[in-house]
């Protein structure tokens, strides 16, 4: 184990690691509360991930594997910062194998690979309450989840409805917990909600600047508001993976000319690479 | 048969300075009890602690609940108290835009308190709030407009509308022809009478406008300095009040 | 295409040493060294260090180096390192009556106790550009006075205080938090809670932005929120610090540092309860922060309204909204986080409205807003 001169393993004092580990076994034990924590300033900036390299440092140890995306991408400048981060001031092993990783710490997006026990999902969140549109005073939102006043949050969806013939929420597509807590799933896009529901990994939610911790224990049912008579449903695309061919993962869409020309692949770039070897192998 | 509202004793004391002093009475189902008084006499002070807004000082207010018969409003707990703002009351604030929400449609705004008590049949829920604009004469093609758009007369019926998509039971109105043109005053005074008289609706109303009270309320408290002074059936306050303020109060309004 | 910001391990690197190169300017330019910092940019290191919440010029120097002169970036930086400083536990409350002063002015009485001591101040200068600076001379060496400042420098809320016309002090009978038993809160521990008590709005204000505590300080002064403020007293120089480890059971002077105090005195018409009388407000700031410690004062006082029963309508007394937006280290994190990518959601976006066109046979289509 080697880590940073001068710093302790993970960055983080062992002091601030129990306080926020305590957080978040009360998020665990109240899935989808959003637990205040004394969130710590931190060398990278407000917005940029604080939350989820908190809670990634409190429960990280040094025979851990972590991976870390962003927008489903390993190799996206934010993602390359945060491993590297923890790779200098933890000495961890890196992967970018979802399989192989006993820590994902993500911004935006669910890996396509199926998780599984004993893995935990870290996600950075930016603003944690789901009823922040609706009520920006924090002390009138905790009056409205320790009621479970959550009604005004179907207005909205009606408004969707009413204007657009449908529901018109994309990302960031608020959840009902264990059928208690109202949640705000960090902006997901909501092709990967339905990942959130009963998943057998521990799911758990940092939010640095605004301070809240919450949690998705294994096997934990999720469900994303709807309307009986218009039903919650994911995104879907005509075109498939223009790499590995594949038409069941979140597609990204790249622009290659000015004239309109633009091609999809796959915003997972472990599971695109993952496709695109089994078929090379297939086919030698 | 409980009377709807049991009101004993209540008093709210803003430091030193009187808001409401010792106002007793009952409220039957189906009775509109009218508060006149001059601005300034307590009236709005008394309408916030019935409804359950402003915790009073001393006294109680009893409701007879659908499930438990009489209880406390400011003994039960605030989960309780939510559900009976939103579901068995309504309140019509003097100031529309204070009770609707401006920056969603109107049939957003009716269909809001089905979704709090836990409707989620889209068609169901705007089937229900286009009949009721259309009960408040409002036409069902301005569903998906914003209040914003809306004339003042209809951001009131459009409060109204909000208010009564769940049948409830008691419904307190601050001044709500306040603020309207006399022509607008009247239509919306004549729906009121309608719909209170239709949905067998108890009512308190608070207004300074007599003819409002005679129009709209079997019975009427007349208060003045946080107290009741005079207390009766409409007609026989109006037409032969007792008490000298009363007295002024109504010669006030038949000499302009 | 926005490949940029998948580029990697090496592009970063490269964009750091880039970033240090501009840093570091012209070669032939001699390199700033953080005593020239600390002596000749002192106001920056001042502010620098009272919204990084660390009292050292060094470090705060080397910040405002590090920077590249952009203070935001540099509280920032002060902070990060704050954060893995152990602690070691409280201070004693310093004394700002026994101030060792260096500027003290009071614009609510002509003369006091202890005289008012101008002291360092660009107030008065007139605004020229002063082109002899630009050709490095010495400044006239300034004139000592006949006879040192008083060593008695009450502070004037104290001279009011012995008439009962202001309100007595928080530490004389502030809230319970406020006591020797309870010490105050600390929200970089504990996140912060609303309400909040005044000792954790304090000591938010204390880290807020400048500017932002400027902006809202003068939004009372013009209608938004009206205090009727008299800069009862502003004084800056120096106070030892003293503090008491727990195996030694008594307090030890650890060392002096600088602080500028102000104490508004506002009118306050009473209530039923309360005859009328002045009512505070305070700031204090690390070094000579004069503008920020007057902000801070009014904005502490005009947050005072709920408490005092004012009408509360404004954004200056609106707690939640002050408190939750004056940390620049917090928004300028999530104003520059939109730097990020966004395309997993932008796409959601596309492609939600890509299909409302498609099920809108014109696309002009009105719809209300």
Known sequence: ?284 | MNPLLTVSGLTRMYGNRVGCRDVSFELWPGGVMGIVGESGSGKSTLLSCLSARLEPTAGRVLYDTREDGPVDIYAMGEPRRRMLMRTDWGIVHQNPRDGLRMGVSAGANVGERLMAVGARHYGEIRAQADDWLRKVEIDGERIDDLPLTFSGGMLQRLQIARNLVTHPRLVFMDEPTGGLDVSVQARLLDLLRRLVTDLGLAAIIVTHDLAVARLLAHRLMVMRRGEVVETGLTDQVLDDPHHPYTQLLVSSVLQP | MYVAVKGGEKAIDNAHRLMAEERRGDPAVPELGLDQIAEQLGLAVDRVMTEGSVHDRELAALAVKQAQGDLVEAVFLLRAYRTTLPRFGGSEPIDTAAMAIRRRISSAFKDLPGGQVLGPTYDYTHRLLDFTLAAEGTPEPAALAEQPVEAQMPRVADVLGHEGLIERSVEADGPANATAEEPPGDLTRQPLSFPAGRDLRLQNLARGDEGFLLALAYSSQRGYGNTHPFAGEIRMGDVTVEFAPEELGFAVEIGTITVTECQMINQFKGSKDVPPQFTRGYGLTFGQSERKAMAMALVDRSLRAGELGEDAVNPVQDEEFVLAHSDNVEASGFVQHLKLPHYVDFQSELELIRRLRAATPTADRETAE
């Not at chain 1, 069941?248 to 993952?274: K, N, P």
Request: charged fraction near 25%; include cysteine.
């Open chain 1, 1 to 284: 184990m080697t880590s940073a001169p001068g710093y302790n393993f993970a960055y983080l004092d062992e002091q601030t690691k129990r306080m926020i580990r305590r957080a978040i076994l009360k998020a665990v034990a109240i899935p989808g509360y959003q637990v205040p924590f004394g969130s710590r300033e931190m060398p990278l900036p407000y917005g940029w991930g604080t939350g989820g390299i908190q809670v990634t440092a409190a429960v990280i140890g040094p025979e851990d594997r972590l991976k870390v995306i962003d927008q489903g991408a390993d190799d996206t400048t934010n993602a390359v910062s945060i491993r590297r981060f923890f790779a200098r001031t933890a000495g961890v092993a890196t992967t970018e194998r979802t399989a192989a990783a006993t820590v994902i710490q993500t911004r935006h997006r669910i890996p396509e690979t199926p998780l599984s026990e004993g893995q935990i999902l870290v996600y950075q969140v930016p603003i944690p309450e789901p009823l922040r549109w609706l009520e920006p005073r924090e002390t009138e939102t905790r009056k409205m989840h320790a009621l479970a006043d959550y009604g005004a949050m179907h207005v909205k969806l009606y408004e969707d409805i009413a204007r657009f013939g449908r529901i018109a929420t994309t990302y960031d597509y608020p959840v009902l917990v264990n059928g208690r807590y109202l949640m705000r799933p960090s902006p997901i896009p909501k092709f990967d909600n339905p990942k959130m529901n009963m998943n057998p990994a521990l799911q758990l939610f940092g939010a640095g600047r605004e301070k809240r911790i919450y949690a998705v224990p294994p096997y934990t049912p999720v469900k994303s508001l709807d309307f009986e008579d218009h039903p919650f449903e994911i995104q879907s695309w005509d075109q498939a993976c223009a790499l590995c061919g594949g038409t069941d993962s979140f597609l990204d869409e790249v622009v290659t000319d000015d004239r309109g020309g633009r091609i999809y692949v796959c915003s997972d770039t472990h599971h695109c690479a993952t496709r695109r070897d089994a078929v090379q192998e297939a086919a030698e």
